[in-house]
């Protein structure tokens, strides 16, 4: 009897160590594969291949512009600064004088799509990158703490804006197939608190982009739609801290979340020590994970506190 126990609990064991080391490869395969981009620039009808980029004035969007840029796509830009905008498209023309370059402004607070419609009508649109988005002002706050318009504002710029522009600009991607989708997400929807309606709308995101990529299959159409899940990133409008591991600046970040295109995830997180935080996070336990959460966030709060004092 006893050496059947024994005998269990080995076979036991072994499929658990089997099972974890399963669980590893295939993580990190995750980091490892090659990016499957380049299945995206391809022509459609004799159309070169364009990406468009919401909030790409700015921050990761911008980083996001270049990068597509120089692997060979043509970009339309999105923002709600005109100025900008025309800046960012010199810039980009000198930097890839073969790429060509639209600007496109649009309020995403108030869900403008038509005006983004009718701009990309007749390209061979083949990638859409929903990054328009960010955090209230202040950015940590109880949900009581922001008027309705703030809170509607910011959740139709995080949520409702990218459902609806995905909605409109689905049967292009479809037509124009195979082609790509990603949502930034963020890393602050694991329930980082002060942040209510931010990190529910970024929920909202991820399981949207989730719940497209098995319709996509459904439908068979070879739409590759893909949620990159975000910690810190540097060098954006409102976080200019020197670059460290695990707060890289927006060119490292974006070069790791194209890496991820092909990996077969509706959801990953884009840059490989991001997700060292999340499997740190996922096997805390809850209550300890809580104070974690609080007193980083505690902190936080008053860092902001005392910078919009100062300034
Ligand atoms: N940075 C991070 O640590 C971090 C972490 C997790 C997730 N993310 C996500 O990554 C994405 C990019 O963030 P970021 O840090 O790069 O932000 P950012 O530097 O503030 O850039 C935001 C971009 O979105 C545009 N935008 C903002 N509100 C808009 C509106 N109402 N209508 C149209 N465009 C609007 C901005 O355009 P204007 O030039 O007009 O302002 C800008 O181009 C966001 O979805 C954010 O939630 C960032």
Not at 26 to 40: D, E, N, T
Not at 291 to 298: A, D, G, Q, Y
Request: glycine content about 8%.
């Amino acid at each position: 009897m006893r050496e059947i126990i024994v005998n269990l609990l080995l076979g036991v064991g072994l499929l658990a160590a089997i099972n974890s080391l399963f669980q590893v490869a295939c993580f990190l395969l995750i980091y490892l594969r090659p990016s499957k981009l380049h299945r995206y620039r391809h022509t459609t009808a004799g159309k070169p291949a364009w990406a468009f980029v919401t909030g790409s004035s700015d921050g990761i969007g911008k980083a996001y512009a270049f990068e597509l840029a120089s692997r060979g796509f043509n970009v339309a830009l999105h923002g709600r600064s005109s100025a900008k905008l025309a800046k960012l498209s010199e810039e980009l023309t000198a930097a890839f004088p073969n790429r060509s370059f639209k600007t496109i402004v649009a309020d995403a607070s108030q869900c403008a799509t038509d005006e983004i419609v009718s701009a990309l009508q007749g390209h061979n649109l083949t990638v859409l990158i929903n990054n328009a988005g960010g955090g209230p002002v202040p950015s940590f706050g109880m949900v009581s703490d922001y008027t309705e318009k703030e809170i509607m504002d910011n959740v139709n710029l995080n949520a409702t804006f990218p459902a609806l522009l995905l909605s409109r600009l689905l049967p292009t991607l479809v037509c124009n197939a195979p082609s790509l989708v990603i949502n930034m997400g963020s890393m602050a929807d694991n329930g980082l608190p002060l942040m209510s309606f931010y990190n529910g709308s970024k929920a909202f995101s991820r399981i949207l982009c989730q719940t497209m990529a098995n319709d996509m299959v459904l439908e068979g159409h070879a739409v590759e739609v893909m949620c990159v899940q975000t910690g810190g990133v540097t060098g954006t409008s409102h976080i200019k801290i020197k670059p460290d591991l695990f707060n890289p600046d927006t060119r490292t970040f974006v070069k790791a979340a194209l890496a991820r295109v092909g990996c077969g995830r509706a959801v990953v997180v884009g840059y490989f020590p991001h997700a060292l935080q999340q499997v740190m996070s996922d096997m805390m336990p809850g209550i300890i994970k809580q104070k974690v959460f609080i007193n980083v966030m505690k902190q936080r709060r008053e860092g902001e506190r005392e910078r919009m004092k100062n300034n």
